[in-house]
């Protein structure tokens, strides 16, 4: 994506039968020091970067500010308006890790790029590197943000066994590495959906895609490579692969991805509700299948990441056979 120099809204107004269309700008955010934005410094230039824009209303802008210095960190506009900071480096408080007891005083030392996406609800959701005030990088750890509108929440944290961590037992943690997010899914409600990597008690390196409830921590939903019924996709003796990780989450709170198996199967999978439930898979006819009045039809590929649609219901592309002898 190109980089953006104006972050702008716009509502278009359509008269009945209007042959043309007024057009309403309203300047949100901007990098040039001519162009006012409220709660940066005025009169002078700003450099944006990581623009983010919510599909899903209330004007969700975010983005990341490099300069001026004083400004540096991730920005929001509220559903209200507001344009505010959450966070910054080397600050405790409002807009640090918002650790609490003896790490109270802890603050960010650095932050990742690539994040700000905004979930339905308006929270954001980045990785940082937090500590203590000058602490060396081996008193450091890495961990996955929510800003909830007022703070930010840890929901994840390297190195730990403990609630922030894994929890799939003792010894299980998050590598301390900046990548150690693999992929993630702003949902509402303050939960997030995350693929992460993870390391066992023996040193072993793996991945997992995770469920965060507020107050309850990380729930595993599936693990790569796993043969067990809580944590595999249920066909036959395959596990789940690395990739793809394409999830989705339906308006009624469902999350359906899209998956490959080490036994070269393919499809939609229901997940974090239980064991993970196969709803459309490839080389299978009948209710996992087509169904489009071939009783021979099924499915070969699957493309993209499924859309969630109203009622209930979810969309996705894929390709099918009539039946074994046609292309």
């Known amino acids: 994506m190109k980089k953006m120099r104006i972050a702008a809204l716009a509502a278009i107004a359509l008269a009945p039968c209007a042959q043309a269309q007024t057009v309403y700008w309203q300047v949100v955010a901007a990098e040039s020091s001519q162009i006012a934005t409220p709660n940066l410094p005025q009169g002078v230039s700003r450099d944006f970067t990581d623009v983010r824009l919510g599909d899903?209303?209330?004007?969700?802008?975010?983005?990341r500010v490099s300069s001026p210095s004083a400004s540096r960190g991730y920005?929001?506009?509220s559903a209200q308006g507001v344009l505010q900071p959450y966070v910054q480096l080397d600050v405790a408080g409002a807009l640090g890790p918002g650790r609490s007891g003896a790490e109270s005083g802890?603050?960010?030392?650095?932050?990742?790029?690539?994040?700000?996406?905004a979930g339905a609800d308006g929270m954001r959701y980045f990785v940082g590197q937090a500590g203590a005030?000058?602490?060396s990088s081996s008193g450091l750890s890495?961990?996955?943000?929510?800003?909830?509108?007022?703070?930010?929440?840890?929901l994840a944290r390297t190195l730990t066994d403990g609630p922030l961590g894994p929890n799939l037992g003792a010894g299980w943690v998050f590598p301390n590495s900046s990548s150690f997010v693999q992929g993630h899914l702003p949902t509402s409600a303050g939960t997030e959906l995350f693929s992460a990597r993870t390391t066992s008690p023996s040193g072993a390196s793996g991945t997992a895609t995770f469920k965060n409830v507020r107050g309850q921590g990380n729930q595993a939903c599936l693990i790569v490579g796993s043969t067990d019924p809580q944590y595999s996709p249920g066909l036959g003796s395959g596990t789940f692969q690395s990739s793809p990780w394409a999830v989705a989450t339906t308006p009624d709170g469902r999350y359906v991805g899209r998956?490959?198996?080490?036994n070269g199967?393919?499809?939609?999978w229901e997940i974090c509700d239980g064991s993970p439930r196969p709803l459309v898979v490839d080389e299978e006819t009948g209710a996992r299948g087509p169904d489009i009045g071939i009783a021979t039809a099924y499915f070969t590929s699957f493309y993209g990441n499924p859309l969630p649609g109203a009622n209930?219901?979810?969309y996705f592309v894929a390709s099918l056979r009539a039946d074994s002898g046609s292309t």
Do not use: C, I, K, M
């Open 142 to 154: 890495y961990g996955l943000w929510q800003w909830d509108g007022t703070r930010n929440v840890e």
């Open 106 to 117: 802890d603050v960010f030392h650095d932050y990742e790029s690539g994040w700000g996406s």
């Open 259 to 262: 998956f490959a198996t080490s």
């Open 133 to 135: 005030p000058g602490a």
């Open 312 to 314: 209930g219901t979810l």
């Open 75 to 77: 920005w929001a506009r």
């Open 56 to 63: 899903v209303g209330a004007g969700l802008v975010g983005f």
């Open 265 to 268: 199967r393919e499809g939609l």
